[in-house]
């Protein structure tokens, strides 16, 4: 089982803010995604990553980027937050191959509101 | 669009009895299904994947497999008020194992 670490788990912020959302897993895992979830709707995915320097969007069209420097790293960044991104972010990551076998393990999540 | 449809319930069974959630989805290339569970407020935990038709067994969790219906099904034995949760089925969509589609999610409630 993968050991993945979102901070921070809460987040209250204002209108225009820059913020950053960590996420770390320490399975060293290849794959890294950014899902997005609103309360009692599915999760939808916003970015992913197959390893280092390789980032890719998602279905879900999102104003946020990412990057991938080093494997155990996959921060989200949103240079100037709206209410609209309001919402739960969660991290996830699989084991290398080109499989669709690829079990996804999720973090615990960073519950973001921008006033 | 693919699409990954579950009844969202919620389903109520009693303790000790047999709570049975149902998923299907549009994309017949779809190779690799999961469950996870995700209580109020936290992530998903995977607790289920399946690959092939037939039935996978864990422990009290059985799943069920039929692409040629496009179905897949999660039954859980000797239900406890602790499975009481949501459910979620996800469908690997592309070869590359990138793309999960999830569903709405099950909402299941287990009686004391």
């Known amino acids: 089982e993968a050991d993945i670490y979102q901070t921070p788990r809460y987040l209250v912020i204002g209108t225009g803010k820059k913020i950053t959302l960590e996420c770390s897993q320490t399975m060293g895992h290849d794959k890294m995604y950014w899902y997005q979830q609103d309360p009692g709707m599915e999760l939808h995915l916003i970015h992913y990553s197959y390893g280092v320097n390789s980032t890719e969007k998602g279905d879900l069209s999102s104003e946020s980027t990412v990057s991938r420097i080093r494997t155990e790293h996959f921060p989200l960044t949103l240079e100037s937050a709206r209410p609209s991104h309001t919402s739960q972010y969660l991290c996830a990551s699989s084991e290398s191959s080109f499989s669709s076998y690829n079990e996804q393990f999720f973090g615990p999540g960073t519950r973001l509101t921008v006033l | 669009q693919k699409e990954v449809e579950q009844n969202s319930g919620p389903l109520s069974v009693p303790e000790g009895a047999i709570a049975s959630l149902n998923c299907t989805y549009s994309d017949r290339v779809s190779q690799s299904f999961f469950w996870y569970r995700q209580y109020s407020g936290k992530s998903p935990e995977l607790i289920m994947s399946i690959y092939s038709n037939g039935d996978k067994e864990d422990g009290r969790f059985t799943a069920q497999l039929n692409k040629a219906s496009q179905y897949v099904s999660l039954l859980i034995r000797d239900s406890q008020p602790s499975d009481s949760a949501t459910y979620l089925c996800?469908?690997?969509?592309?070869?590359?194992?990138?793309?999960?589609?999830f569903g709405k999610g099950t909402t299941l409630s287990v009686s004391s």
């Open positions: 996800a469908v690997n969509v592309n070869q590359a194992g990138t793309a999960l589609i």
